[in-house]
């Protein structure tokens, strides 16, 4: 008799969870390619990450995105980490082995920079002045992501100038901290500004920003996809302003992951972008 196939579990922790277009995406990448497994939304309460990563170890799973607020602190109970995803200081996917140990990723760096190179090609020929808002798990893989890139100034914003100057000593000592009452100052000279912040986000205060300042045909770049449309992204589409969504950086920092834990690597193609956004309009 022929053994049948196990079912192939993981899932994304989260704190809030309800948010995530995650579930939605793995199952969409389940179904298209016949993969026999589920992807479960696991709200995890905040002080009990590790006993959240014990009970995936005990029931099964794969492994397992990790979204905000524990992409920094689950570090601490993971097994496996390169150097470069240890200085960044977050993981956002998880891989559990037969043996119940966990290797942690960051695929946030590939996925920002791949959802820019895709949005608009020749971003590099005319940016010289960065941006970035934020100083938490995200902000960490966006830093990172452009620490190697040919960029004249790269600022970094943030309530809380310990956080950012963490970033700056772990991994990119070029970057210039600037404190929340310089940001009008400094947008003038802004060629493309990030928000790595849930500020925008549904169900979190709003994130107001002079998008006005900045040079016509400058870039706003918002990590947050739900809503689709933040914002910050119709402020800079009413200032002519080039806009970047979330919503590809999602898709493509999950490529890995997917592949890892369900054995097939799922394509960032038109369909999968359009079935998401028919679940957020």
């Not at 899932?11 to 309800?18: A, F």
């Not at 037969?98 to 005319?126: A, M, R």
């Not at 990590?223 to 806009?243: C, F």
Request: proline share 4%; aromatic share 8%; net charge positive.
């Amino acid at each position: 008799m022929k053994k049948p196939e196990s079912i192939k579990l993981a899932g994304v922790l989260g704190n809030p969870i309800s948010h995530s277009l995650s579930p939605h995406l793995h199952g969409f990448w389940i179904n298209k390619y016949s993969v026999n497994g589920y992807y479960i939304p696991l709200l995890v309460n905040r002080t009990e990450i590790g006993k959240s990563l014990d009970a995936l170890k005990t029931l099964g799973f794969r492994g397992a995105n990790v979204t905000i607020p524990f992409k920094e602190e689950v570090i601490k109970y993971i097994d496996y980490i390169s150097e470069t995803d240890a200085k960044i200081g977050a993981v956002n996917t998880l891989s559990i082995n037969i043996k119940g140990e966990i290797t942690g990723l960051n695929t946030d760096v590939y996925g920002f920079l791949k959802n820019l190179e895709k949005s608009i090609p020749q971003w590099e020929k005319f940016v010289d002045n960065i941006v970035v808002i934020g100083a938490g798990g995200a902000s960490r893989a966006v830093v990172s992501a452009l620490k190697h890139k040919k960029i004249e100034s790269k600022k970094i914003v943030n309530r809380s100038a310990q956080r950012a100057n963490f970033i700056k000593d772990q991994i990119d000592e070029n970057l210039e901290i600037i404190s929340w009452s310089q940001l009008d100052e400094v947008l003038e000279n802004c060629d493309l500004l990030i928000n790595t912040t849930p500020l925008g986000m549904n169900g979190q205060p709003p994130l107001n920003i002079r998008v006005d300042l900045m040079n016509k045909g400058s870039i706003v770049y918002d990590l947050v996809y739900t809503p689709l449309e933040t914002n910050l992204i119709k402020s800079a589409k009413e200032n002519n302003l080039q806009t970047v969504s979330g919503l590809g950086m999602l898709i493509f920092q999950a490529i890995k992951g997917f592949e890892e834990w369900f054995g097939k690597k799922p394509q960032a193609d038109e369909a999968t972008s359009l079935f998401l956004k028919r679940i957020l309009q």
